[in-house]
């Protein structure tokens, strides 16, 4: 994993948002491979937890950030070297040989951006479907999940003006961006993520959401309209802390 500045710039850049992350953080970091090829860029948006520490003492260079995953990613993004930037959840771990597999996928003509896909480190039947209807949603409409590891060219990423600052949505609205731009292609391999956010909220509750938000997105509904209703439906779940920008659609 290389963290500091100097010597050769890296291929790739992966940029993780983190907020209170220690349960989670180390596990994915232990997924990514140390080589002078990578970066690693931890954006903390204030934690007051071990996260810093588990970021540096894994190799990663440690960003402050305020809070909100695409303001922290696009200080991730102004911070990166390499030619392409890899967005990683704290929650997900990316699988052996992803670095060819970015390469392999970018590598095809017209192909400006690429994701995993989807997997869950849980076996239920329930969410090997969510699994399923993601990645098909990947693969016929060049439309992943965050959760998915979304990587792009940086310089495609800096030409459409990286994330827009949106209290929800940021991860949808980019890719729909970029596919103005060529193709949103995905890898043969799988990440596997937490499904914290599905056994939280419902897996069912929490699908329909996601399309709700989608539909209001599409109707133009504001994302702060979008937001204050996503949070209101988190409450009543019984979500203890409600993140706006941290729960994918």
Same mark, same amino acid.
Request: hydrophobic share 40%.
């Given at each position: 994993?290389?963290?500091?500045? /100097? ?5 790739? =850049?992966?940029?993780?948002? +983190? ?6 953080? /180390? ?40 809070? /909100? ?54 076996? #239920? ?12 949603? =990947? ?12 990587? +792009?060219? &940086? ?23 970029? #596919?103005? &731009? ?8 799988? $990440?596997?993520?937490?499904?914290? #956010?599905?056994? &939280? ?22 994302? =702060? ?11 009543? $779940? =019984? ?11």
């Amino acid at each position: 994993m290389r963290g500091e500045k /100097g010597g050769a710039a890296p291929y790739l =850049s992966i940029i993780i948002p +983190v907020l209170n992350e220690e349960t989670l953080l /180390g596990e994915t970091l232990r997924s990514i491979d140390r080589n002078p090829e990578t970066e690693v860029l931890v954006a903390d948006g204030g934690s007051t937890d071990a996260t810093r520490r588990i970021a540096e003492s894994a190799g990663a260079r440690v960003l402050p950030a305020k809070p /909100g995953r695409a303001v922290q990613m696009n200080a991730g993004a102004a911070a990166s070297r390499g030619e392409v930037l890899l967005f990683l959840h704290a929650d997900t771990r990316l699988p052996c040989g992803y670095s060819g597999q970015i390469q392999a996928v970018l590598n095809r003509p017209g192909a400006v951006a690429g994701a995993f896909r989807l997997g869950f480190d849980d076996s #239920r039947a329930s969410l090997r479907l969510v699994a399923a209807g993601a990645n098909l949603r =990947s693969r016929w409409r060049q439309l992943p999940y965050g959760d998915q590891a979304l990587f +792009v060219r &940086k310089d495609f990423f800096v030409e459409i003006g990286g994330f827009r600052d949106l209290p929800v949505m940021e991860d949808y609205d980019l890719v729909l961006r970029l #596919r103005r &731009k060529g193709r949103v292609s995905l890898t043969p391999g799988y $990440v596997t993520t937490s499904p914290r #956010r599905w056994l &939280k909220h419902g897996i069912v509750r929490t699908t329909l959401i996601h399309q709700f938000m989608i539909a209001g997105w599409h109707l133009g509904i504001s994302p =702060s309209r979008l937001a204050e209703w996503h949070g209101r439906k988190a409450k009543a $779940v =019984s979500d203890p802390q409600v993140t706006s920008s941290l729960d994918d659609p």
